[in-house]
C-alpha cells in the first residue's frame, strides 16, 4: 500500500501550502514578534507537519497506520488554520493572505479524502 508520497496531489498541496505560509511569515516576522512572540515558530512547525506527516505516513504498508499520520496532518491543518486567524485577528496579516486559509481548508479536506481511501482498503496481516 506503500505510495510515492510526491506523486499524491495533497502532499504536492501540502507542499505548495508550507511554501507559502514561510513566504507569509518572512514578511510578517516582526508584526509576528511584536504582537505574538512565538506565532512564527509554531506556525512553520505546524504548517511542515502537514506534508511531513502525509509523507512520512505513505511509507507505511497498513492503511491503520497510513490513516494515524493522516489524523496527525489533519490535526496540524486545524492548527495553521487557527494560527492563521489568530494573526488576521490581530492585524499581523491582511485580508491578502486569506486564501491561505482556504487552501489550509482544502487540504485538509484532501487529506481526510485520502484517509477515507486508505482505511477502505483491507489490512495485509
Known amino acids: 500500500m506503500t505510495h510515492n508520497p510526491l506523486s499524491l496531489k495533497v502532499v504536492q498541496r501540502a507542499f505548495a501550502l508550507s511554501v507559502d505560509v514561510h513566504r507569509m511569515a518572512d514578511h510578517a516576522q516582526d508584526a509576528m514578534a511584536r504582537l505574538s512572540p512565538g506565532m512564527r515558530n509554531q ?30 496532518a489533519i490535526g496540524s491543518c486545524n492548527e495553521v488554520e487557527l494560527q492563521l486567524r489568530l494573526a488576521r485577528a490581530l492585524d499581523i496579516i491582511s485580508a491578502d493572505y486569506d486564501p ?3 487552501e489550509v481548508i482544502e487540504v485538509r479536506r484532501m487529506t481526510f479524502g485520502f484517509r477515507k481511501h486508505v482505511l477502505a482498503k483491507p489490512e495485509r496481516p
Open 100 to 102: 491561505l486559509i482556504e
Open 43 to 72: 506556525l512553520l512547525r505546524a504548517v511542515n507537519s502537514i506534508a511531513l506527516n502525509l509523507a512520512e505516513g505513505t511509507g507505511f504498508p497498513s492503511p491503520s497506520k497510513v490513516a494515524a499520520f493522516c489524523n496527525t
